[in-house]
Nanobody, 127 residues
Framework: QVQLVESGGGLVHTGGSLRLSCAAS????????MGWFRQAPGKERELVSATSSSGRTTFYADSVQGRFTLSRDNDKNTMYLQMSTLKPEDTAVYYCAGRDSWYSGSVYRRASEYSYWGQGTQVTVSS
């Protein structure tokens, strides 16, 4: 059974940085396309960034482009989200998600396309 565990959330001031981690276990991480989603109170879950199983293809939402960087280390079964220049509107619970992907270049943007989810980690950006 695949398990995803996020860590690294917290409280930070506007303009600050955080790095989220998503550790995977119970499966073959290198075959999973992965993504980071977030959900703010009263809002729908939205895609932040997603990457292919190889890590060669990555997508960013317009709202985070240039500020966030997704990376993955398939040897460590871990995905990261480096968040910089944080804004109050980045405040949300951040979730990592994964799915089997038999084509190493595919990136998935919809939450419904993912099979595995972490429990979420809270990120709060104070103004």
């Amino acid at each position: 059974q695949v398990q995803l565990v996020e860590s690294g959330g917290g409280l930070v001031h506007t303009g600050g940085s955080l790095r989220l981690s998503c550790a995977a276990s119970g499966g073959t991480f290198s075959t999973y396309a992965m993504g980071w989603f977030r959900q703010a109170p009263g809002k729908e879950r939205e895609l932040v960034s997603a990457t292919s199983s190889s890590g060669r293809t990555t997508f960013y939402a317009d709202s985070v482009q240039g500020r966030f960087t997704l990376s993955r280390d398939n040897d460590k079964n871990t995905m990261y989200l480096q968040m910089s220049t944080l804004k109050p509107e980045d405040t949300a619970v951040y979730y990592c998600a994964g799915r089997d992907s038999w084509y190493s270049g595919s990136v998935y943007r919809r939450a419904s396309e993912y099979s595995y989810w972490g429990q979420g980690t809270q990120v709060t950006v104070s103004s």
